[in-house]
């Protein structure tokens, strides 16, 4: 059995779409419409500019999959298979559930809530939050693992070390892949951290496919899946 998880670039018009004839040396003016500004933006974000309409600086950001972050997938993924897991200093608990969501602010121990590394996670596709229901609230705050971030923590998936995110998404992934335990580094012990694995999910490999950045011309197709990384079998 395979699960296969896929991650492709959001869909909308290309920096092509948008160029409406500028040149990449082209600087804002105030004839410009919103439509040649926004191109300017997208066509410069790489290298960082400010939005000439906002002044909102405007730039692709590397992020590398560090040590807090995997450790805060893995408190995640042990409260939401329902096993005692730290909510303060001394503090065990089996946390209570809402569709499978776990209330981070509520319940996780200091450093997950202070570093918020936890937020990162849905940038691998490692863990997704609830619909924000409280028109009151910035977010819904409640947060469950993936099917992706449950076999990464368990050590049967791979996944990029580096993701270069924009404005809060995800645009795309170096070639460079990570496993729990690297990204968790020397400070932190894996058996310690992760026990043993919690949801035991049947599958012999797990595959997905990641848009690379910065995007590499397409291929012409020679009947295999170059762009399918083969990951961790189970209980190997």
């Known amino acids: 059995m395979v699960a296969a998880f896929e991650l492709v670039r959001p869909s909308g018009p290309t920096v092509a779409d948008l160029s409406l004839g500028l040149s990449a040396a082209a600087c804002p003016n105030d004839t410009w419409s919103l439509a040649q500004a926004r191109a300017w933006v ?14 909102h600086p405007c730039r692709i950001y590397p992020r590398v999959l560090n040590a807090t972050t995997a450790r805060s997938l893995c408190w995640l993924v042990r409260a939401a298979a329902g096993e005692r897991v730290q909510v303060a200093e001394g503090d065990y608990r089996v946390l209570p559930l809402d569709r499978g969501y776990v209330d981070v602010p509520r319940f996780a121990p200091a450093w997950v809530v202070r570093t918020n590394q936890h937020s990162a996670l849905r940038w691998w596709q490692l863990a997704e939050r609830a619909p924000n229901e409280d028109k009151h609230k910035r977010d819904s705050g409640m947060w469950r693992p993936t099917p992706l971030g449950i076999a990464f923590a368990e050590s049967r998936a791979l996944v990029p070390k580096r993701v270069f995110h924009y404005r809060g998404d995800a645009v795309g992934y170096g070639e460079e892949m990570t496993s729990i335990v690297e990204a968790l580094g020397e400070n932190f012990d894996y058996s310690e951290v992760m026990a043993r694995p919690v949801f035991g999910v049947p599958v012999e490999y797990v595959a997905f496919r990641w848009a690379s950045y910065p995007p590499k011309p397409k291929q012409p197709s020679n009947g295999g899946a170059s762009s399918v990384f083969a990951l961790v079998r189970e209980g190997g």
């Open 42 to 55: 997208e066509q410069n974000r790489d290298v960082g500019v400010d939005c000439p309409c906002c002044y």
